[in-house]
């Protein structure tokens, strides 16, 4: 599929694996999901641009790689995306963070807004969006829209699982935005849940029902 990064690195589908088991307890599914998000963002930081700047190693002088002055902003759509967000700021701590709260109308499947904070001077900014699943697109759609609001210079979307329908609807909304996921499963059921899927991530996170 264009524009969508579907990351078969052996770790990755390893710890995913573990994660749809259904036996897999809170606490460890909250283990996997920082782990494999830092596997992800490895993956979705790998073209950050370098520049050099000039140090002292114990040995001598060099010329040395270091980020181009990068300014990211991590956007977790709440709730589950708070598990990945926080993988992802292991490796970018420096990295600010928005928050957009959406939740899922059962009877439309259509997302509600309910919070929105992102950082200021969001035009500076590389934003990678976040949430584990990206099935039927719709809050990942409305979430993107409000981010767009801010103008930020790049953004990408970073997904635990994706459903076909999703990304369709996603790239039909936002073909600009590049999708980063360690799966795209089957299809959806008929109340709007990824199959195979893992189930809904924000409860299996949270130890909720």
Do not use: W
């Not at 980020?67 to 589950?80: E, P």
């Not at 700021?89 to 992102?118: F, W």
């Not at 900014?125 to 930020?152: E, W």
């Amino acid at each position: 599929m264009k524009n969508v990064t579907v990351i078969k690195h052996p770790l990755v589908q390893h710890k995913l694996t573990l994660m749809r088991k259904k036996e897999t307890s809170t606490a460890g599914f909250r283990r996997l999901l920082q782990e494999i998000s830092m596997l992800l963002g490895y993956e979705v930081t790998r073209d950050m641009p370098l520049t050099y700047e000039t140090i002292e190693t114990p040995i001598t002088t060099m010329d040395a790689p270091i980020l181009d002055g990068k300014k990211v902003a991590v956007i977790s759509i709440l709730r589950a995306g708070n598990g990945i967000m926080d993988g992802i700021l292991q490796l970018i701590p420096s990295a600010r963070v928005g928050h957009v709260g959406l939740y899922r109308d059962p009877e439309t499947l259509e997302a509600v807004e309910y919070y929105y904070k992102v950082p200021e001077q969001m035009e500076d900014r590389d934003v990678i969006a976040v949430d584990p699943m990206l099935a039927t697109g719709h809050s990942a759609i409305a979430a993107i829209n409000k981010i767009k609001q801010s103008n930020p210079k790049s953004i990408k979307f970073v997904c635990l699982l994706a459903a076909p329908e999703g990304v369709k609807t996603f790239h039909e909304a936002h073909p600009d935005v590049d999708i980063f996921t360690a799966s795209i499963d089957s299809h959806l059921n008929d109340h709007g849940y990824i199959v195979p899927g893992l189930g809904d991530a924000g409860d299996r996170l949270f130890g909720t029902k």
